[in-house]
């Protein structure tokens, strides 16, 4: 990389919360975009990696979405290693296959040869030997390697679509539950044994030494990503979408999600808004939009909500993403951290879940409460949120409502199954 140490760079930067691991003199920042397909995320974190890199930001915007269009975005040819666009600015498009190879090729070789083992043709052990979300996870493991590294001031990323996003959530739990699984006794035991009981076990496959180290690099790098991720300060998620009814509602669950994980968002992006003194055959969708950003602003409060305008050209190239980053950011620094915390949180208490949801400046008779099905609306005087319930919840009866130190916990019972013994 050029050394880019003498430009001169903001003073608008976050350092790390107090509360992490990592260092706190680093100012880094990771700031992920993620949204239905087709709201304009790449856009919006190509936008937001121009802006960065021309406030003096070594920058690198990368692409982890398997349908690849952050070099139409950038109007300029990507590879899967870093390329430079411009000074201070790189782009980088995933290629999930090298990234598989190079993250889980010697652990999938194992698990395919188990597969075979127990009668699955070839091909199909191949394709099932694999942790799920490891296929949109590999392309993640790179903002750990960068970090490391420390290439860049900035790492923005273009994520995958939402459901793809979602698997990544759980990587980090579902990859240890499966190596406990494939080798409950331990490494030295396996090793020491394996020979010994392999003709008991019928000839099942064991893993070897490169096998077990393999896997332990993997699951710890998967827990370096997690905790990148997860520190406030350093990294952010930024849900883009656009004012329209299913859009809205999937960056909802998302959003639900991302806090269920402990994954902090500090931005919504509202992209193609039309503007205000739309006439003719857009005026019907115009006024569509103003119900939505109602709903947008309802369903996402307290986050702050910035509005990129329904361009009158294709978002490509960079004379168009400079267009929008003025329109988002104006002549404010990207990587600023807009919202602190989380909205809400859940936890497993005494066998039941409590959602807490900070209300700030709200009094206890201002409060009521409203469920439909997976959805639940709280009302505080004239201020309503709508929250999408997570799939462990929608099945629970929602029992008690306590106001106190600014939030509102609702327990969500969960009921025991009586047994008839007749």
Known sequence: MKDKANDRKPESRVPVNS?????KSDTRRILLYTGKG???KTSAAAATALRCAELGYR?????????HSLADSLDTALGPEPVEVLPNLW??????????????ARLQQYLAAVFYWQGVGDLLAEEIAAIPGMEEGAGLLWIDQHYRE????????DCA????TLRLLSLPETGRWWFDRLFPIGKRATMMLGPLARPFLNNMPIPDRETFDAAEALFEQLGRLYQLLTTPGLASMRLVMNPEKMVIKEAQRTYTYLNLYGYLTDLVICNRVFPDKTDGYFAAWREAQGRYLKMIEEGFAPLPILKAPYFEQEIVGLASLRQMAQALFGDSDPTMLYYEGQAYTIDHV???????????????????LLRNGDELTVQVGNWRRNLILPRALRGLKTGSARFESQALR????IQSQEVDHE
């Not at 920058?59 to 349908?67: F, I, K, M, R």
């Not at 420390?150 to 990323?157: C, K, L, P, R, S």
């Not at 005494?350 to 009521?368: C, E, H, K, M, W």
């Open 350 to 368: 005494d066998g039941n879940y409590i959602l807490t949801i900070t209300l700030p400046f709200a009094a206890r008779q201002d409060v009521s």
């Open 161 to 164: 679509p939402t459901a793809e």
């Open 59 to 67: 920058t690198l915007v990368l692409s982890t979405d398997a349908a």
């Open 150 to 157: 420390n290439n860049f001031d900035v790492i923005v990323v």
């Open 38 to 40: 087709g709201v304009g």
């Open 19 to 23: 509360n992490s691991t990592m260092d």
């Open 91 to 104: 782009g980088q498009e995933v290629d999930i296959y090298y990234s598989l190879e190079k993250h889980w």
């Open 410 to 413: 609702i327990h969500f019972e």
